[in-house]
Structure formats: C-alpha cells, structure tokens
C-alpha cells in the first residue's frame, strides 16, 4: 500500500532564515505530488503540484520554491521566510488518473515563523 | 475556479442530520469528498462519478447532479467522531487537477 511521509511534524523559524521541508512516498510510482498551505482556520491553497521529475508548475507567485530530485520526492524551500509564511503545509500525491485523480495527503508540517 | 460550499458552518446535536452542499460553476466529470478533523491532515471519503450516481460510507452518503453542476454530502444520525471540516474536490473538463471547495465547518455536540 502506498504511505505519504512529511517532515519535520513542527518548525519554529525566525523571520528570515531558510526552509526545507520534505516529502516523500512510497509504495507508487511516478506520482503526481502537490504543496498546499492552509492558513489558520482556512481551505486548502495549492502551491505547486509536478507530474514528474524537474517538473514543478507554481500556483501562486510568492518566496516559496519546490523541487522533484527524485521520482518520489518533493521538496518545499524558501530562502527567507516572512510572518505569512506561517501555517500547516500538506503534500499530497495522485495516480495521475484523468478526472478522477484523488489525492491522498499526509500529515503535515506545522509552521511558525516568529 | 473554486467551487462553493453551503453551509460554511453547521453545529449539530449527537443523532441529527446534516446536509453539505458543494457547487461548481462549471461541468463536473467527478466530485470529491475529505474530511479533515482539528490539526490533522484531510481524509479521503469517497469519490462520485460522472453520471449522477449516489455513493454511501457508513452513515455518510453523496449524490452528485452533473446537470446542476452540484455534489451533496449526507450525515445521517451524527456522531461526535464526524465533526471536521468537510471539503469537495472538483474536476472539471479545464482543469487537469482537483480544486477544492471552501469547506463545510461542521460541529457535532452532546
């Protein structure tokens, strides 16, 4: 069966300094991978999504960057993070399957950026 | 675009009945639902298809009208272990993704 792993679970980081989170899958093969962000008591805002390696496309225009080094791995980063940058980040996969392509998420990192 | 979702917030006694409509202004050819509970991360319920099918999990069930470009999620008999956030997921014929709706802040009590 397929697991979706993120890491850290939490972060602390100051005005400023860099991000790197993590996510990787197992169990699939060539995934489709998405960032969302969810603000406080907010829905789901997608940042960048890939269907495959070196391929990312950006949703929302911002200081936040996204990388596919390897077939199962998606990497989020910033060089300086800002007060807005704060809020729970969720990866997600898919198959791919046309129309009907549901996505699976894990369980997130929580960021506070002071 | 995003599709909308009725009520924004619902609270509930244990064992009533809730309804939680997501709508799209465009053609759908499926509908998502997830539910998400407080600090964790959205689950997967079920999946409705081109066609006008209705689908049911336990006590939750969805209908889906392709005509009116709408989904329909069912609580029947509430538990405390439903209450969440519930979001649609849509596809539509523009889009190679899902877009997620609003989301449906639901509250069941004693």
């Known amino acids: 069966s397929q697991t979706i792993h993120q890491w850290p679970a939490t972060l602390v980081q100051p005005v400023g300094s860099p991000l790197s989170l993590e996510c990787t899958v197992e169990?699939?093969?060539?995934?489709?991978l998405y960032w969302y962000r969810q603000a406080a008591g907010r829905g789901l805002q997608l940042l960048f999504y890939?269907?495959?390696?070196?391929?990312i496309s950006s949703e929302v225009p911002q200081n936040l960057s996204a990388s596919r080094p390897q077939d199962r791995q998606f990497i989020l980063s910033s060089k300086k993070l800002l007060l807005s940058d704060s809020g729970f980040y969720l990866c997600a996969w898919s198959g791919g399957q046309r129309f009907t392509d549901t996505q699976y998420f894990g369980p997130g990192t929580r960021l506070t950026v002071l | 675009q995003q599709p909308v979702q009725s009520p924004q917030a619902v609270i509930l006694r244990e064992g009533e009945d809730a309804v939680i409509n997501c709508s799209s202004s465009k053609a759908l050819y499926s509908v998502h639902w997830y539910r998400q509970k407080h600090g964790e991360a959205p689950v997967f319920l079920m999946i409705?298809?081109?066609?006008?099918e209705q689908k049911g999990h336990d006590k939750i069930s969805a209908s889906f009208n392709e005509k009116k470009q709408q989904s329909s999620l069912y609580l029947t008999a509430s538990q405390l272990s439903y209450s969440g956030t519930y979001f649609c997921?849509?596809?539509?014929?523009?889009?190679?993704?899902?877009?997620f709706g609003t989301g449906t802040r639901l509250q069941v009590t004693l």
């Open positions: 409705l298809l081109k066609g006008g």
């Open positions: 169990g699939t093969s060539n995934p489709n």
């Open positions: 997921g849509t596809y539509t014929g523009t889009a190679s993704k899902l877009t």
């Open positions: 890939s269907v495959g390696i070196g391929q």
